[in-house]
């Protein structure tokens, strides 16, 4: 059978290919811009995002950002019950991609896109070659590939299929650029004096982020120890509602000189009450990874001006996993990671 991605791919450095770097993350750099060359809603994209409107909200350290970003709306609003995602075409498929758009490979398995709707610069999806269901034990290996070959130029980000991933048909995970999230760069030095430390080992530190706003569990060390630990964390989740496929979930993972760097956001609800209110009190939110830390989309002016410090800190508690429930999470974990 022919290669559906056969025609799709294009090679970093070929006559007529991308420019090629001297790491990945060079590569991809120049390779959006390459792209955006070619593909005009890319670059009219790329060109909006860098006049979006920002301001800060008083929730966590760093604050969290808000941003009004129109061009997320297919994306926000996206429907993702089970028969509406079968009655579209896959958007991540490489017969339903748009004419202009192409990929680089990664590793034998997946495939880098650039995303047509970026919410902050640099935002890439890497997509499995096979179209197989969104699932974070899929995912976990190929985020975590994502983030120890990006180094810190790249944060990469994991949607469960009901936390917001708008594709949760085709296994994916997305990349931002590095150092920019607000729960990010609050834990790239490792736990504040205020943080609860899960575990401390020569070669994985794991803590819960405190002060935030909402839950965040965080993990540092070597890759494999960061791998079996999320794997922990995700299975000791998932004991608190044994019926659900997956435990509600968004992922970080960023590359650090020593190993890699995860954020685990536990989550209770896709979407908050407000999302689903007809009236007045409508707020266009539907958070993801890019939400949790700290970069909060809004698709209409409206949301934009009425996402203020209380709002947003009442979306984050809506959708986030209780603080009884977190607590229990943390005790089960310290004991699993320490026995471990
Ligand atoms: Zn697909």
Redesign the pocket.
């Known amino acids: 059978m022919s290669d559906p991605w056969a025609g799709r791919l294009v090679i970093p450095g070929a006559p007529d290919g991308p420019p090629a770097g001297t790491t990945l993350a060079e590569t991809l750099e120049g390779f959006l811009g390459w792209q955006a060359a070619r593909w005009p809603r890319l670059a009219r994209a790329r060109d909006a995002l860098a006049g979006v409107r920002v301001w800060e909200v008083p929730v966590g350290r760093p604050a969290c950002r808000v941003q009004w970003n129109p061009d997320r709306t297919l994306s926000t609003t996206a429907r993702v019950d089970p028969a509406s995602v079968a009655a579209r075409p ?4 490489p017969g ?1 991609l748009p004419e202009e758009e192409r990929g680089l490979a990664f590793g034998a398995d997946a495939v880098i896109l650039a995303n047509p709707a970026p919410i902050l610069p640099d935002h890439l999806v890497f ?1 499995a070659r096979a ?1 197989v269901p969104q699932a974070v034990g899929a995912a976990l290996p190929l985020l975590l590939a994502v983030a120890a070959t990006l180094g810190g130029r790249f944060s990469a980000f994991y949607n469960g299929p009901r936390c917001g991933a708008s ?1 949760p ?2 296994l994916h995970v997305q990349a931002v650029r590095g150092g920019v999230l607000p729960a990010e760069r609050a834990a790239v030095d490792g736990p504040g004096p205020d943080d609860r430390l899960l575990v401390v080992r020569p070669d994985l530190t794991a803590w819960s982020l405190q002060g935030q706003g909402r839950p965040a569990l965080a993990f540092q060390g070597r890759a494999d120890r960061v791998a079996s630990a999320l794997g922990v964390a995700v299975e000791t989740l998932g004991q608190l509602r044994p019926d659900a496929p997956e435990p509600l979930l968004n992922l970080l993972a960023v590359g650090r000189p020593q190993g890699v760097l995860a954020l685990l956001f536990p989550r209770a609800a896709h979407r908050p009450a407000c999302f689903f209110d007809e009236g007045p009190a409508r707020l266009t939110v539907s958070p993801g990874a890019l939400d949790m830390a700290g970069e909060i989309v809004a698709v209409r002016e409206e949301d934009f001006q009425a996402l203020d410090g209380s709002r947003v800190a009442s979306i984050f508690s809506e959708v986030s996993l209780d603080p009884g429930r977190v607590r229990a999470l943390e005790d089960a974990l310290a004991r699993r990671l320490y026995d471990g």
Do not use: G, P, S
Request: glycine share 0%; proline share 0%; with cysteine.
């Open positions: 896959c958007f991540l498929c339903a997509v179209h594709a048909d085709h």
